[in-house]
């Protein structure tokens, strides 16, 4: 199985853990984009969720899935965040961000 496909499956895993009435943090990567994909369908079906998302690009997949969206300061207690890591070790210590989106900007 390629590295694409484990993201999908280890992706869509975790949204098995979004429940109606939760605010979802939205993390950055090629890991979460699976997870917004799988999203959107459950938002399609009737998943009530509002999602916080940790960058623009985050931002603008989850509006084309149609994932209501609002911002931190807004909702400031995140039910659950699903987000990837670029590495992981056998004790569960990970690195987040090898370079890329690692907060959000706020760019006013």
């Known amino acids: 199985m ?3 496909n484990l993201k999908k499956i280890a992706a869509e895993k975790a949204t098995e853990s979004v429940r ?3 605010i979802v943090g939205l993390g950055t990567g090629s890991t979460v984009y699976y997870a917004l994909l799988k999203l959107g ?3 399609s079906e009737g998943l009530d969720i509002i999602g916080i998302p940790t ?3 985050t931002e603008k997949i989850a509006s084309a899935q149609k994932i209501p ?3 931190l300061a807004t909702h400031p207690t995140i039910d659950l965040t699903i987000d990837g ?3 992981v ?3 569960l210590n990970l690195i987040k961000g090898g370079g890329a989106a ?3 900007e706020d760019h006013r």
């Open 2 to 4: 390629n590295t694409e």
């Open 20 to 22: 109606s009435g939760m």
């Open 41 to 43: 369908t459950m938002v």
């Open 55 to 57: 960058s623009e690009g």
């Open 69 to 71: 969206l609002t911002t």
């Open 85 to 87: 890591a670029d590495e």
């Open 89 to 91: 070790d056998a004790h």
């Open 102 to 104: 690692l907060v959000r």
